[in-house]
Structures are given as structure tokens and as C-alpha cells.
């Protein structure tokens, strides 16, 4: 009976020391995991990454078809280039190729877009990175502050001072969960530091991606440029003869209602977003005049009318105003950009606006490549859109201007009933 009471003191110090040793092992193993749930957390936001450089590798597959088609059309026109009476045919093709060059900007824009949200998305999991190698190697240098503060103590004085063998194996354990983290500091340094290496590296591709995208599509741009000045070069020729006339005016009609549908559809699809106020925009102050107040000449009105190249009854879908090439054209009201495109055979340059409720605005034959807005672009009433000049199916400078309210072309002219206009045909 005497012994019990000298043994429980001896025994409630081991169980001290061993939920000690414990509290230590379970701290060290956290230690340990974390930066493996790092890891794990950085793996499964890689996807997003991954799944961007899918949509580039894509993206350039599709150009490559463009391309292939682009130059399978220019060998087409090669072949008949040199035959004036196959004028028509070269126009045809020539509207074919600017559609596949528009296809191709469209394509590099959306790789433009794709990398600019890689690089987003590889910036910031390089600021994670640059983060997890400074934690690194503050623990690597607080452990080598704390093995120089310890002096002499090694692994092996730290075992043969255990008091018993119960004792002798706990500390062998926390011994070999130290040594265990001592190389998972190093390790973990060592692997943020190649993280950091390897995602800096990423980056800067996709840096250079970006830039190799920003020029090709200004190369792009350049080339649709001199192909719109060759198809407009072939259409003013063919506007002088009668018959081929007949035949434009055909495919601008076609045109028209081909872009009509395409307005029509795009124009649902916003209004339901200005409807969720997911695009807002202030329309302004009643109508704002798109020309100055000078150019008031009207010389084709909306409705029927004796067409300017082929000089037959036609029913005209917006209303011609009379200016110099180069005069600013400004939105009426403010809105989301539409469309703002090229159309060879109609419109030629034009930028169509959505004002909300159901009231649209389209501005045509604007002068090559003046347009100043793109689609998805929120405007101001009276900012400038473009310039007045005369390409797609035009006889000469003038803006052709259309008011839609819930998809049915309206008289333009109505917009602006404080005006006084001369009007001509």
C-alpha cells in the first residue's frame, strides 16, 4: 500500500512528457501539410489556366482554316484578275475574302482576349507563388536561427537523456518527425522557388503570345484595308455599267436583309441585358442632329425612291444626307454599339446602336476605316462614330442614316423635328 503513492508522481511526469511530445509531433506534422495544402490548392486553380491555353491552341487551328480559305480565294481571283468582263465574279470573290479576314480579326481577337486573361489568371498565381517561397524561407531561416541558438544539442544527446525506454521511444519519434520537417523546410524552399520559376516563365509566354496577337492583327487590319479599297475600286466600275448595276443592287438588297436579320437577333440578346441592367447607359436628352446643322440637304428619302445606279423604282430603308467626306457622324442618342462592321456590297462602313426600348439607330457608308467604336461598346449621345464618305453602295459622299423602334425601320426624319430640311429626291 506504501508504494502506490511514491509511483504517482513519476507516473503523472511521464504522462505530462508524453502529452507533450504529442502536442509537439501534431504540430510539426501541421507544419509539414501545409504547404502541401498549398499545393493542393494551387493544382486545382491550374485548370483555369489550362483550360485558357486549350482555348488559344484552338483559337489558332481556326485561324489556320481562315488562312487556308483566304488564300484559296485569292488563287481564285488570280485567275480572272486580268479579265474585266468577269468584274462581277472579282467582286464576289473579293467580299468572300474580306469575310475571312474579318473572320481572322474576330479569331485574333479572341486569342488577344484568351491571353489576356491567362495573364490575369498567371499573375496572380504567381504573386501565390512569390507569397509561398517568402513563408518558405522565413521558416527555413527561423529554423537555422533556432539550430544555431541550440548550440551543440544534437539528435543523438536529445535520446540518451531519456529517463526510460517509454521515454527513449517517444522521443525517438519526435526525433524523427523533426528531422522530418528540418528536410520539408528545405524541400518546400526549394519547390516554391521552382513554382516561382516556372510560373514567371508562363507568364512571360504568354506576355509574348499577347504581343505576337496585338501585331498580327494589325497586320490583319492593314490587309483588310487594301482588299476594301480593291473591292471598292471593282464595285465603282461596275456601277457604270447598266447591267452589272442590276446585278449589285440584287446582292445589296441581299445584303440588307442578311444584316437585318443579324441586328434583329443581336438586338434581343441586348435588350434582355439592358433590361437586367447588366449593360447600362445614359441615352441622353431627346435627338441629337449626327451631322452639323449645315448639312441639310436631303437627297434620298426613306420609302420609295428612283434607285442612284440603276434608276428604277426601288424602296429605300433609310434616309440619304448630303455632306463632305471627312464630317464627323455622332450618335444620336446613347447606347450600346450593335454591329460596327464592313459591308461591300450595302452599307460599306456602319455602326449600328441600340438606344433601349426597342429604338435603334444605323449609320452607313461611313468614309474606309474611320469607324471609332466597335461592337459592345458604350457611347455617349453626340459622340463620334465616323466620317462621312462613300463606301459599299454608294454614288458619292452622304450619310445614310436608319431609325429602327422594335425592329421596323422608321423615318429617320422624325428624330428631329426642330430641323428644316431641303429635300431633294
Not at 510539426?28 to 493542393?40: G, V, W
Not at 489568371?121 to 512569390?130: D, K, R
Not at 433609310?318 to 454599339?337: E, F, N, P, Y
Request: glycine share 6%; net charge negative; charged share 25%.
Amino acid at each position: 500500500m506504501s508504494k502506490t503513492p511514491q509511483h504517482k508522481p513519476q507516473k503523472q511526469k511521464m504522462d505530462k512528457r508524453r502529452a507533450f511530445s504529442i502536442v509537439i509531433c501534431v504540430l510539426l506534422a501541421l507544419a509539414m501539410l501545409l504547404p502541401l495544402l498549398s499545393t493542393a490548392i494551387l493544382s486545382a486553380g491550374a485548370v483555369t489556366q489550362a483550360d485558357l491555353k486549350n482555348q488559344i491552341s484552338g483559337l489558332k487551328s481556326s485561324a489556320s482554316d481562315a488562312a487556308a480559305k483566304k488564300k484559296e480565294l485569292q488563287a481564285q481571283l488570280d485567275a480572272i484578275k486580268s479579265d474585266k468582263a468577269q468584274a462581277q465574279q472579282q467582286h464576289q470573290i473579293l467580299v468572300q475574302q474580306l469575310t475571312a479576314i474579318e473572320t481572322q480579326i474576330a479569331n485574333t481577337q479572341s486569342q488577344i482576349d484568351t491571353y489576356v486573361q491567362l495573364i490575369g489568371a498567371e499573375e496572380v498565381t504567381l504573386a501565390e507563388a512569390q507569397d509561398r517561397e517568402a513563408a518558405a524561407y522565413t521558416r527555413f531561416c527561423q529554423r537555422a536561427r533556432s539550430m544555431e541558438e541550440s548550440g551543440d544539442i544534437s539528435y543523438w544527446s536529445v535520446l540518451f537523456s531519456a529517463s526510460d525506454f517509454s521515454d527513449l521511444l517517444d522521443r525517438l519519434a519526435m526525433v524523427d518527425l523533426i528531422m522530418e520537417y528540418d528536410n520539408s523546410v528545405v524541400e518546400t524552399l526549394v519547390a516554391a522557388r521552382e513554382e516561382v520559376e516556372a510560373t514567371l516563365a508562363s507568364l512571360n509566354e504568354a506576355r509574348e503570345g499577347l504581343e505576337e496577337q496585338k501585331a498580327q492583327q494589325e497586320a490583319q487590319r492593314s490587309e483588310q484595308d487594301a482588299k476594301v479599297k480593291e473591292a471598292q475600286d471593282v464595285l465603282d466600275g461596275l456601277k457604270k455599267d447598266a447591267a452589272a448595276a442590276e446585278a449589285l443592287v440584287a446582292a445589296s438588297d441581299a445584303e440588307e436583309k442578311k444584316i437585318a436579320a443579324e441586328i434583329s437577333k443581336k438586338e434581343k440578346e441586348l435588350d434582355k441585358l439592358i433590361a437586367a441592367q447588366q449593360i447600362t447607359f445614359d441615352p441622353g436628352t431627346g435627338y441629337l442632329y449626327p451631322l452639323p446643322a449645315k448639312y441639310n440637304i436631303v437627297t434620298s428619302v426613306f420609302g420609295p425612291r428612283t434607285h442612284p445606279i440603276t434608276k428604277k423604282y426601288h424602296n429605300h430603308s433609310g434616309t440619304d444626307i448630303a455632306a463632305d467626306g471627312g464630317t464627323q457622324i455622332k450618335a444620336v442618342q446613347g447606347g450600346v454599339v450593335v454591329t460596327s462592321a464592313y459591308a461591300p456590297s450595302s452599307y460599306g462602313e456602319y455602326v449600328v446602336i441600340n438606344h433601349g426600348n426597342g429604338v435603334s439607330t444605323l449609320y452607313a457608308h461611313m468614309q474606309r476605316g474611320s469607324r471609332k467604336v466597335k461592337q459592345g461598346d458604350i457611347v455617349s449621345q453626340g459622340q463620334v462614330l465616323g466620317l462621312v464618305g462613300s463606301t459599299g453602295s454608294s454614288t458619292g459622299n452622304h450619310l445614310h442614316l436608319e431609325l429602327r423602334k422594335n425592329g421596323v425601320r422608321q423615318n429617320a426624319l422624325t428624330m428631329f423635328p426642330g430641323m428644316t430640311f431641303d429635300i431633294r429626291a
